[in-house]
């Protein structure tokens, strides 16, 4: 069970003690008589910059659960309030419009923000450089490779100015090495920001590598099985003793909660 805050304001008030807070959720998918539960009463906050990794087996409702945050779905029970507004969000796949430059792409959720013309081009080059992409302003999509494509994704995902980022396994598809130098990039970003980051993995290391808090999702429903809070300091190495023992004991835990609710 997740340890709530108690100190929590009233949500759109600037004292918010929470970025998002997931209270008593459940979700199930299907018609009335033929239901699936797949989230069941999730109780979660995630601190005003803070950096949670949530953890579990492939079909256990990560993503519906990321979505529910999002705003993109309703929970069918329960509530969940992002008092800093609607949160920025990263998937996967990148999702960038290819038939607009990486900077175009950047200017666009700058105009849907409501920055004034004049400003977008500079404020793009800036989230460029900061993903460490500057010069890449007029490269199209097709050009970039993968990392680089996730580098603007970000990029994207920063420049909606949500206090919120929400990430479904934005990496999955990546190679171990270009996945390993974006680990260092977000880390350094979330450690130059304010913040707040709920990181969807089903990737131990990862998660261990990355977050302060890794909470563990059990399957069918999905229930927070577990969390562990992390203080090896950062910047991590997935390869550090530290990260790589607790990742074992993350994983010997995993892999029971797939023993007993069957394989996948
Ligand atoms: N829109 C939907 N309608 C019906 N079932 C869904 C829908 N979205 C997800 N599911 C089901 O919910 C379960 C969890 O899916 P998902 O959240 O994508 O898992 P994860 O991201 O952890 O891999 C799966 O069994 C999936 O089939
Ligand atoms: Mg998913």
């Keep these: 069970m997740a340890d709530t805050l108690t ?49 579990g087996a492939s079909g256990c409702g990560k993503s519906t659960l990321l979505n529910l945050v999002a705003g993109l779905d309703e929970p069918s029970a329960g509530t969940i309030a992002t008092p800093g ?23 666009l959720a700058l105009r849907l923000r409501g920055v004034p013309r004049e400003e977008r081009r500079t404020e793009a080059e800036r989230l460029l ?67 707040s980051v709920l990181f969807v993995t089903h ?13 563990l999702l059990s399957s069918r429903p999905g229930r927070i099985n577990r969390e562990w809070a992390i203080d090896i300091p950062q910047p991590r190495r997935i390869e550090d003793a530290a990260v790589a023992d607790l990742s074992v004991e993350i994983t010997e835990e995993l892999r029971g909660e797939i023993r007993r609710h069957g394989q996948h």
């Design 203 to 215: 990737n131990v290391r990862e998660a261990v590598r990355l977050a302060q808090r890794v909470v």
């Design 7 to 55: 100190s929590a304001a009233a949500p759109g008030t600037e004292t918010a003690a929470y970025a998002a807070r997931i209270d008593h959720v459940s979700k199930a998918f299907g018609r009335p008589g033929a239901q699936q539960l797949v989230l069941d009463d999730i109780a979660l906050d995630v601190r005003p910059g803070e950096f949670v990794c949530l953890l």
């Design 129 to 195: 450089e900061l993903v460490r992409l500057g010069g890449a302003h007029r490269k199209r999509v097709h050009e970039l490779s993968g990392g680089m494509r996730q580098r603007v994704a970000l990029a994207r995902a920063l420049a909606q100015d949500s206090q919120l980022l929400l990430m479904d396994e934005p990496f999955a598809a990546l190679d171990a090495i270009t996945r390993d130098v974006l680990h260092d990039e977000l880390t350094r970003i979330w450690s130059e920001t304010s913040l």
């Design 85 to 107: 507004g609607r949160p920025a969000l990263m998937f996967q796949e990148h999702a960038l419009f290819p038939w607009l430059t990486a900077g175009r792409n950047i200017e």
